[in-house]
């Protein structure tokens, strides 16, 4: 059965760096994109960026571009998303969620598996 | 980026009712448009996607219609496991987006 599995919650402060991986089972790691999705505390859902498990490509949203790096180790199947420079705004719950069909440009139709979600909270 | 909106963004209904939730698109997104269910302290489970198309073993009173600009998210009659908050989402350009969401609860 598919199953993504992620990293623990993490305490950081301002100004440092946090790294979260999603560990991918179940399936053809490199046969999915992997998108991060998070949550900040009573707040929506919002998109950060994908990566192609197979190529490595990467697609951020501009507002994490130059903060975000998304990449994968295929050997261990697993992505991973680092954000620095944080502040007490990424406090959020951090997901990584796969997409699955064709649609638009091949990118997917939607979000069939996600992962537990990881909460990262930044505070001095 | 392509905007979506959501209303109501809240609503209170009983077991039983037809509850219907609109999402519009800040430019057409033929049918690359998905909803999301999301429960506290729960991953988002996608309900539909290509705007009408069930997810696997999601019940049939869930159903969704629309293209281009404007769709719609029904329960035809709502249960008790089913209050929760709902996003729409579209994947028509590089960069997906989220509405703001839309929070069901009980009347």
Redesign the interface.
Known sequence: QVQLVQSGAEVQKPGASVKVSCKASGYIFTGYYM?W?RQAPGQ????M??INPNSGVT?Y??KFQGSVTMTRDTSVTTAYMELTRLTSDDTAVY?C?R?F?G???Q??????Y????TLVTVSS | DIQLTQSPSSLSASVGDRVTITCRASQGISTYLAWYQQKPGKAPKLLIYAASTLQNGVPSRFSGSGSGTEFTLTISSLQPEDFATYYCQQLNSPRFTFGPGTKVDIK
């Not at chain 1, 929506?44 to 998109?47: D, K, Q």
């Not at chain 1, 990118?107 to 069939?112: I, K, M, R, Y």
Request: proline share 0%; no cysteine.
């Open positions: 998108h999705v929506g859902l919002e998109w960026g994908r697609k949203s501009e997901y969620a997409v069909g649609g638009w440009q990118l997917g139709v939607g979000f069939d996600w992962g537990q979600g």
